[in-house]
């Protein structure tokens, strides 16, 4: 089992950068695909980005490719999504996710853990 919990989200003006972190506990971090959810108000949550267990792998949703760019450090069990050219449609509520098989899927339901969530704001 993995806790996740995510950190680095805030106020930023359109244009801008941040990153996420999502830390993880436990000794096997690994062994888990790991992937970047979001959900904004009154919408679904959506994939944004997964990587694969050794990093070597990426994927992104259209909508932040060129953008956006998940890594990992296995060494210090943390993922990161440095975000750049922030719109103010990538306001929401970012989650990490991790599971352990190898596909690095889009789905939600294919994933096994979930952090509580950090809110990005990107103002206009």
């Known amino acids: 089992q993995v806790q996740l919990v995510e950190s680095g989200g805030g106020l930023v003006q359109a244009g801008g950068s941040m990153r996420l972190s999502c830390a993880a506990s436990g000794r096997t971090f690994n062994t888990y695909v790991m992937a970047w959810f979001r959900q904004a108000p009154g919408k679904e949550r959506e994939f944004v980005a997964a990587?694969?267990?050794?990093?070597?792998?990426?994927r992104y949703a259209d909508s932040v490719k060129g953008r956006f760019t998940i890594s990992r450090d296995n060494a210090k069990n943390t993922m990161y999504l440095q975000m750049n050219s922030l719109k103010p449609e990538d306001t929401a509520l970012y989650y990490c996710?991790?599971?352990?098989?190898?596909?690095?899927?889009?789905?939600?339901?294919?994933?096994?853990?979930w952090g509580q969530g950090t809110q990005v704001t990107v103002s206009s």
């Open positions: 996710a991790a599971k352990l098989t190898v596909l690095l899927s889009t789905t939600n339901s294919d994933y096994d853990y």
């Open positions: 990587i694969s267990r050794l990093g070597t792998t990426t």
